[in-house]
């Protein structure tokens, strides 16, 4: 089977909620925050395909990029998106200072890990002055949210592929809070390769032999806690 750091995380979260999600096809709402961040990434990723681009083609792309859908009504819509313009002017700023080299911006990785296929999206890779190789994840949240405890799982994962599918070592990863000019960076390890290569392939063979158990640990959590049948946290 086909594995993701999304498909990973949810079966971790709970074996049913992937059921759910991922078998029986339940939609999770897109929220004004997740469909703010799906257009900044878009907006960042036409940004830097682009030969020597100005701050104006950012917001060019930023409107071109932009996903209407999430939103309660136009009010609420034109709100975010000043919001998604004001994260842009900061990042600006940090673009000014940036001294390293952008190797690579969404790019796809997938590589073979016993019967399954390992898949991701990186962000972006970069090249600093002294040769090291950053891997880079966009996060439009704020760095003391609940989510970023996760984060740390994803990052390793997505160095992971780098080395595996694009033959590239890192040297670093970073989550990069592009709201805040945030970058929160950690060593690439290559001696917890086989560790989390363990535990990507222990869970891919759980969901494959169809293993979805309620984890209900996680249901105050959980998109689907008003309406999931072993929700304890129906409110
Ligand atoms: S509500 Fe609870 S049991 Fe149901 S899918 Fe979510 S976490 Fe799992």
């Not at 390992?118 to 880079?136: A, C, Q, S, T, W």
Request: proline content about 5%; glycine content about 8%.
């Amino acid at each position: 089977m086909e594995i993701s750091f999304t498909r990973l995380r949810v079966y971790r979260e709970c074996p049913w909620k992937y059921q759910l999600q991922f078998v029986a096809g339940w939609r999770i709402p897109l929220t004004p925050a997740g469909s703010l961040g799906l257009s900044l990434h878009r907006a960042l990723e036409c940004f830097h395909r682009k030969d020597n681009p100005s701050g104006d083609d950012l917001f060019a792309c930023y409107e071109s990029r932009w996903l209407s859908a999430g939103y309660a009504d136009d009010g609420a819509r034109e709100a975010w998106r000043k919001k998604g313009r004001r994260i842009l002017e900061r990042y600006l700023a940090d673009e000014r200072e940036r001294r390293t080299v952008i190797e690579a911006v969404e790019r796809e990785f997938v590589f073979p890990l016993g019967r399954h296929e390992v898949r991701g999206m990186i962000d972006r890779i970069d090249r600093h002055p002294d040769g090291r190789l950053e891997v880079m994840d966009y996060k439009t949240y704020s760095s003391g949210d609940e989510l970023g405890k996760r984060d740390n799982l994803q990052l390793r994962f997505y160095g992971l592929g780098c080395r595996e599918a694009l033959a590239k070592t890192p040297d670093m990863l970073t989550l990069y809070y592009v709201a805040e000019g945030k970058k929160v960076t950690m060593e690439y390890d290559p001696a917890g390769e086989a560790e989390l290569q363990k535990l990507i392939q222990e869970n891919a063979d759980r969901i494959e032999s169809g293993r979805f158990p309620p984890d209900t640990t996680f249901c105050p959590r959980c998109d689907f806690r008003s309406r999931c049948a072993y929700s304890v946290a129906k409110d």
